[in-house]
């Protein structure tokens, strides 16, 4: 055999070059050898018994095409459907002699024609499935050595290529129906036109329907043509307008249409539709039509096996298919007469720009509509209705634009790469795609990090290219080997590669949703792929028959052949994988992360960010929406938002465009994985370099970009980015301005060095400017290269010593300084405390001058009066400026000025508390000039004779800094406010809690420190706060404010926990509507009382879950008689109060006391335990009305004892009191009600003991309160 036969002698070349004879390996050659030729001979001397259907067109042009295959080694086959040629051809090539030495390919688009032509030629030839006809089809090999014909599809034999470059296992290749021009066609196409070259013994058979063959013919030389007619029956094409049928859409035209020909005559029709929804919607219009003895059904790619096959059975009645153009070309409906085309098709279009997947609808091309109009004259004559004008059709391309030039060619390019086929640009396509289609098949590979910059395979792309799947797919499965998620992985590989095995039957779309919901997962379309498989699997492994799962399949509303395509593909995968050796299955379940890192891996392209709702920004800038299918997508039920929120971040197995941009199979990731797993692509850019003291190093802020989308910010070291700037800026902010912690002599010594120099400048602020900072700077440029860290400081030291970083006063200033330190001390005594002096020579910047470093803690010690002395060395200058400020009158009695001021500078002395009244009395003394206050010219003093105060924290660093002091004080409150304001924030953030409940509970502290103040601790006070409905765990600035705020929380908390008793509870109140005219109010009054009774008796503090369980048991022992307890002391009060109602006469103020018992809102006001008292309180105005209408002077008396402690209550009573100090005066006011009842009605007795000397005690102790 031909293929065995250059595998031998390639085999023979390399034992030649051996040095030692491999006897063994020669014996197996030998053996393989003679196996080969014995088949061989076996073929030649045993043909297959031919025969040709006599009723099939070709076999009237057999003859010819058998001498042409001999003659020529290309052969175009031109021929429409039910021609032959299929079946045919291939006997027809064995007659030619081929199939002897090597096998006969023939090529088939699809898998089931692959499967049926196969078998049907197998049963033509009498000969066994499987052995002299075979069939290869994606993980399924159904052949043997004694094959002679070997059916596959043109994918499969691009695999085998791979393996076998120059097909020797074939002597004739057979590519039929390459009219679809489909992407695996074309590429086939083009690499037979090399293989020619190579192989001019190789014959090729090209079959296509009767469209371009004149194309096929020049790519291959001028081949010649053979045209094989079908069995056709003559067309009548009618062109019918959409206007002229008075319709909207082609909907309504194609409605119209039917009618037309329902009423015409008698016939199957088939209706062309662009989109599955233009199915539905004309199927469900024509069913309203209510034709008699009429069938209508749809036909699309995703419809379930079964209910495609209802348009191939015969039926009784007229059949209607509403059908996409699946029954163009690819499907042959029996029967049909008329055909009504709209003209359209949703085509797919692959935009290599944003590598975005289009589906849009266009117009098909005069090709397409041929085509269509040949579905209707099979059988008999036909009749094909267009829904367009003439004018329209021949305005169209001749041709359908081949797939070449409409697909993502990234894995094309891939296996180009791979098999050594040289540029793509140059290869000999016979329609090449665009350049920029090209383009991006190179920019999928790069993002997938299978090629790199010079276009080679990376070791990871030679491992993809070794996987017979799409590139997007081999690189999750690679992924997913180091993330030990390769089960998983393998799984939705597989999944992906297929349609959705999720099917909804016509009529049955809210059943079979329903069903599927039971594998959505809320985070993850590819867990709701897994679900659905380990559902199937596991189901599989106890019914094991194919009938039960079949009903299985049914049941959950599943496809059973795309779910048997899908273990056969995962199978597959995972023995090629076993085959390559280096793949291990996880045995433990693969982590969400594991698994979605794996397929974000392939698919960095899909990613997106979430903009609103179901609305995201993908990459490239394109806006997607989450499709509606998907478990992410957030719908709005019954009016109201989903509480499902959707995730921040989604991939998505596919980005395809149809009425909008829609991103299928989502779930959720991390934007990080994109920052790990996309570095390749992403692009960083630096802002804001600074030195970080913390870090010891330069850092810059990095932001990642992944296609336009920001997927990570962080912190680096700027030195790898900039290593020139980043020196520049450790030097200047770290070592210039003194921010390094390093044991280095030289550190502490050039920081000295520096403020000697600096004070000196102070002493010489007329000589020329020195920019120390500058100085500085140049000195330790010249010095250090590539250093932008301590780090690298601490090993460049290491290596040359520190002296070489040691400065002197010449390379700051040029020459050697000198000052006096009397003048410029170092301190300043405040308050008994030496407190530092700094000094810089910086004119025009704030820092200019004499600076007292001040501790906060002694802001309130230090006096203006002795800021404004300056410093000795600084006082010549400033009397100086003062006397130059002076009226004009008064300085020219101080020339020259500054021999003047030398004078009054030497001997002035603080006699006054200000400097300026020593200043004055001095020079009215000792020279007998007068200066008032008003004549001084304070305000135009130079900035550096003011001393400047910096106010530092515990850590000496700068707080606030200001020359005025009263500015300074109020900078300062300002800034501790902004603080305090800050620590509440980060204090509440840290305590806060959304929505607890009494079993979420835990136990709380009562305080936390929230900051330090005058080095004094502030605290907040945790405690809970109802929000609403719910509680909330919250920091509170007052004690009181928190007790009030979680006495109310507690009660929410507890009425949540015992809701059926509190609702019982609220029911049982319904006995109140009888009083009082059944006021709401009162009910809700009384509800609120018993509440607070049942749930505050106890402090508020500490919160934990114990004291909640203990409130809650409590509560339930108290409940039970609770409500008749309160309803019949209510019956008593509202029966004493119609009595007081109806007295006549009575004393003064009876009206208010009865106001100040029983006010609208009583019951909220009133504590549960007083409202049993109220009705004693109310019998005692009773008794003491009857008795002031017999006595009044009496009466008056007895009201002079009580009135003065009213009025002391009265006068305590502020709604804005609050904790302990609120609760003394209520207890008083309660003491006052029992002592007028101990007064005016002794009879009744009190509740407790009560006297004038009790009353003052408890009123004395109230007023001393705080």
């Not at 891996?601 to 609305?615: H, T």
Request: aromatic fraction near 8%.
């Amino acid at each position: 055999m031909l293929k065995d036969g250059m595998e031998i002698a390639r085999q023979l070349r390399q034992i030649q070059r051996q040095k030692r004879r491999d006897t063994v390996r020669l014996k197996n050659l030998k053996v393989q050898a003679e196996r080969s030729a014995a088949l061989r001979k076996d073929r030649g001397e045993n043909p297959l018994h031919l025969t040709y259907p006599e009723a099939l067109p070709i076999t009237a042009r057999k003859d010819e095409i058998v001498r042409a295959i001999r003659e020529h080694p290309v052969v175009i086959v031109a021929g429409e459907t039910g021609s032959g040629k299929t079946t045919q051809l291939p006997k027809m090539c064995l007659e030619a002699g081929r199939g002897v030495a090597a096998k006969i390919a023939c090529t088939q688009p699809r898998r089931v024609a692959a499967l049926s032509v196969s078998r049907r030629i197998a049963e033509e030839l009498n000969v066994a499935w499987g052995a002299e006809v075979g069939c290869k089809i994606r993980f399924k090999d159904e052949t043997a050595p004694e094959t002679r014909i070997k059916m596959m599809t043109d994918g499969m034999l691009l695999a085998e290529i791979q393996g076998d470059p120059y097909l020797y296992e074939y002597d004739t290749v057979i590519i039929d129906e390459a009219h679809e021009r489909s992407l695996n066609i074309d590429f086939l196409l083009g690499y037979l036109r090399l293989l020619q070259k190579r192989r001019p013994e190789l014959r090729i058979v090209i079959t296509s329907a009767t469209i371009d063959t004149e194309t096929f013919s020049k790519a291959f030389d001028n081949a010649p043509i053979i045209e094989v007619s079908g069995r056709m029956y003559p067309v009548d094409v009618q062109y019918l307008p959409i206007e002229d049928l008075a319709g909207e859409t082609y909907i309504d035209a194609a409605v119209t249409a039917v009618d037309m020909v329902v009423d015409a005559g008698r016939g199957d029709i088939l209706v062309f539709m662009p989109t599955e929804k233009d199915i539905h919607e004309t199927r469900r219009r024509l069913e309203g039509r209510h034709f008699r003895f009429t069938e209508i059904l749809p036909l699309f790619g995703r419809l379930t096996a079964g209910d495609q096959q209802k348009v191939f059975h015969k039926q009784r009645y007229r059949r209607i298919v509403v059908a996409t153009n699946i029954a163009e070309t690819s499907i042959t409906i029996p029967g049909i007469r008329y055909v009504i085309d709209t003209g359209l098709a949703r085509v797919s279009r692959h935009n290599p720009r944003n590598q975005t997947h289009r589906l849009p609808v266009e117009e098909i091309s005069q090709s397409s509509a041929r085509q269509r109009a040949g579905r209707c004259g099979r059988v008999q004559n036909g009749v094909c209705i267009r829904l367009y004008d003439e004018k329209s059709f021949l305005a169209r391309p001749e041709y359908t634009q081949p797939e070449i030039q409409r697909s993502d060619l990234a894995e094309v390019i891939l296996r180009m790469i791979a098999l050594r086929l040289g540029d793509v640009e140059t290869f000999p396509f016979i329609d090449p795609p665009r350049s920029q289609a090209i383009q991006g098949g190179f920019n999928v590979l790069r993002a997938l990090d299978a090629i790199d910059d010079r276009k080679r395979l990376t070791p990871l792309g030679r491992d993809m290219a070794r996987l017979p799947l799409a590139p997007t797919v081999s690189r999750m499965i690679l992924q997913a080997q180091k993330e030990r998620a390769l089960r998983e992985v393998l799984v939705i590989a597989s999944a992906i590669s297929i349609q959705d095995p999720r099917v909804r039957p016509l009529e049955q779309e809210k059943a079979a949703d329903q069903e599927h919901k039971r594998f959505v997962d809320g985070e993850s379309d590819f867990i709701a792929l897994l679900n659905i498989w380990k559902a199937y699997h596991d189901t599989f492994e106890k019914l094991r028959t194919q009938s039960q799962m079949r009903r299985f399949c049914k049941q959950h509303f599943l496809s059973f052949n795309r779910m048997r395509e899908w273990r056969d593909i995962y199978m597959q995968i995972r023995h090629t994988l076993r085959e390559m050796g280096a793949f291990r299955m996880n045995r433990d379940d693969a982590g969400y992360d594991a698994i979605h890192r794996s397929v974000v891996s392939g698919l960095l392209g899909n990613v997106a960010q979430k903009k609103e709702d179901n609305m995201y920004r993908a990459a490239r800038g394109r806006d997607v929406m989450l499709f509606p299918g998907s478990g992410l997508f957030q719908r709005k039920e019954g009016g109201e938002d989903n509480k499902k929120s959707t995730p921040g971040w989604v991939v998505a197995a596919e980005v395809v465009e149809t009425s909008r941009l829609f991103a299928r199979t989502v779930a959720r990731i991390q934007p990080s994985w994109l920052a790990e797993l996309g570095a390749h692509l992403c692009r960083a850019s630096y802002k804001e370099p600074f030195y970080s003291m913390r870090s010891g190093r330069v850092l810059a802020t990095e932001t990642l970009t992944l296609h336009g989308l920001q997927v990570g910010q962080k912190r680096v070291g700027y030195g790898r980015i900039d290593a020139s700037a980043a020196t520049e800026i450790f030097i200047r902010e770290a070592l210039v301005n003194d921010e390094v912690a390093l044991p280095y002599e030289f550190v502490a010594q050039n920081r000295d060095l520096r403020a000697r120099v600096e004070t000196w400048q102070m002493q010489q602020r007329l000589m020329q400017f020195l920019d120390l900072d500058e100085a500085a700077y140049r000195f330790y440029a010249e010095r250090l290269e590539n250093v932008s860290s301590t780090h690298d400081l601490n090993r460049l030291i290491k290596r040359k010593g520190a002296d070489f970083l040691l400065m002197s006063e010449k390379h700051l200033a040029g020459e050697q300084v000198d000052f006096d330190r009397d003048a410029f001390p170092n301190f300043l005594e405040v308050d008994g405390e030496e407190v530092p002096l700094s000094y810089a020579y910086r004119p025009g910047q704030d820092r200019d001058g004499v600076t007292l470093q001040l501790p906060y803690k002694m802001v309130h010690f230090v006096q203006p009066e002795v800021l404004d002395w300056l410093v000795p060395g600084l006082l010549e200058e400033k009397i100086t400026h003062l006397l130059r400020g002076l009226p004009k009158s008064i300085r020219k009695r101080f020339v020259p000025v500054p021999d003047k001021a030398r004078e009054i500078a030497a001997a002035l002395q603080p006699t006054h508390g200000a400097f300026l009244d020593s200043l004055s009395a001095h020079i009215l003394s000792h020279y007998g000039i007068e200066i008032s206050q008003s004549d001084w010219n304070v305000r135009d003093l130079p900035e550096h004779l003011q001393m400047r105060v910096e106010v530092q924290d515990e850590k000496e660093q700068a707080i606030v800094a200001a020359r005025d002091l009263r500015v300074l004080r109020e900078q300062l409150d300002a800034r501790e406010e902004d603080v305090q304001s800050d620590a509440w924030r980060r204090a509440q953030k840290q305590v806060a809690r959304r929505d607890v409940t009494g079993q979420t509970l835990e136990e709380l502290p009562e305080r936390i420190e929230v900051m330090q103040a005058g080095g004094m601790p502030v605290f907040g006070y945790v405690g809970l706060k109802r929000e609403g409905k719910r509680v909330d765990v919250c920091l509170f600035k007052r004690a009181d404010e928190a007790e009030r705020e979680t006495q109310a929380g507690w009660m929410r908390l507890c009425e949540r926990e015992m809701r059926n008793e509190m609702r019982a509870l609220k029911r049982s109140l319904g006995d109140l509507k009888q009083f009082e005219g059944g006021r709401e109010a009162l009910r809700e009054g009384a509800y609120a009382n018993l509440m607070a009774h049942l749930f505050t008796r106890d402090s508020a503090f500490p919160i934990t879950r114990q004291r909640f369980d203990s409130r809650v048991q409590q509560a339930r022992l108290y409940l039970q008689h609770l409500a008749p307890q309160l309803i019949q002391a209510m019956e008593s009060l509202f029966e004493t109060h119609r009595e007081i109602r109806l007295l006549r006469g009575g004393y003064p103020g009876v009206e208010a006391d009865l106001a100040r018992l029983m006010p609208p809102d009583f019951l909220r006001q009133t504590p549960y335990d007083q409202v049993l008292h109220l009705g004693r309180f109310l019998k005692a105005i009773v008794i003491r009305a009857e008795r002031a209408m017999l006595d009044p002077m009496k009466d008056r008396q007895k009201a002079e004892q009580v009135q003065p402690f009213q009025d002391a209550v009265d006068e305590l009573m502020d709604p804005e009191l609050t904790g302990a100090k609120r609760d003394a005066v209520q207890a008083l006011r309660w003491m006052v009600e029992e002592f007028r009842v101990s007064v005016f009605a002794q009879e009744l007795g009190t509740a407790q003991k009560v006297s004038p000397k009790r009353l003052y005690d408890k009123l004395e102790q109230v007023r001393g309160m705080v």
